[in-house]
T-cell receptor, first 109, second 112 residues
Framework: AQRVTQPEKLLSVFKGAPVELKCNYSYSGSPELFWYVQYSRQRLQLLLRHISRESIKGFTADLNKGETSFHLKKPFAQEEDSAMYYCALGGTGRRALTFGSGTRLQVQP | DAGVIQSPRHEVTEMGQEVTLRCKPISGHDYLFWYRQTMMRGLELLIYFNNNVPIDDSGMPEDRFSAKMPNASFSTLKIQPSEPRDSAVYFC??????????FGQGTRLTVV
């Protein structure tokens, strides 16, 4: 069975502070990890995928298979980063994504 | 491409009525997913299709829920009869290969 854990429901930081949104996963096969962002009452938008090793809007995430983690990081938070962030897990043989419960990031001025 | 298109955006219906939600995936995508989002349960996968064929419907909560994909460019999710506990945002998403799923704007369903 696949499982995604996002331990923090809410993360509140001040503008300019570093951000780390935690994600841990459980999966017996070869995982594919994604981060999605959802701004208020909008669609979920794909932010990052681990296979691309890209940086989007200043966010990065590294897959750590030893710790089964895929934490999302940004060195300097901006107010416009305030949103819900979801970690999602897919894998070989199963295209459907399993989502974590989400973390609300609140960036205060 | 306009992305995944869902209709209606909002639906308010009375308990017992039939509700049909519609989705047009991104052209060329071979997977289509239906998710439900609630405050209590977060994002739940209801069903997904590959090349118009249902692959896994284990997330469909009850027989009151059904989904079809008659062709590569259209899918429906039907609830009959609807109940207040079905109130949620229903998202459709599509994907190709391992590039991740792309979501529609969602349908906010309220059953009164």
């Amino acid at each position: 069975a696949q499982r995604v854990t996002q331990p923090e429901k809410l993360l509140s930081v001040f503008k300019g502070a570093p951000v780390e949104l935690k994600c841990n996963y459980s999966y017996s096969g070869s995982p594919e990890l994604f981060w999605y962002v959802q701004y208020s009452r909008q669609r979920l938008q794909l932010l990052l995928r681990h296979i691309s090793r890209e940086s989007i809007k200043g966010f990065t995430a590294d897959l750590n298979k030893g710790e089964t983690s895929f934490h999302l990081k940004k060195p300097f938070a901006q107010e416009e980063d305030s949103a819900m962030y979801y970690c999602a897990l897919g894998g070989t043989g199963r295209r459907a994504l399993t989502f974590g419960s989400g973390t609300r990031l609140q960036v205060q001025p | 491409d306009a992305g995944v298109i869902q209709s209606p955006r909002h639906e308010v219906t009375e308990m017992g009525q039939e509700v049909t939600l519609r989705c047009k995936p991104i052209s060329g995508h071979d997977y289509l997913f239906w998710y439900r989002q609630t405050m209590m349960r977060g994002l739940e996968l209801l069903i997904y299709f590959n090349n118009n064929v249902p692959i896994d419907d284990s997330g469909m909560p009850e027989d009151r829920f059904s989904a079809k994909m008659p062709n590569a460019s259209f899918s429906t999710l039907k609830i009959q009869p609807s109940e207040p506990r079905d109130s949620a945002v229903y998202f459709c998403a599509s994907s190709l290969n391992t590039k991740g799923a792309f979501f529609g704007q969602g349908t906010r369903l309220t059953v009164v």
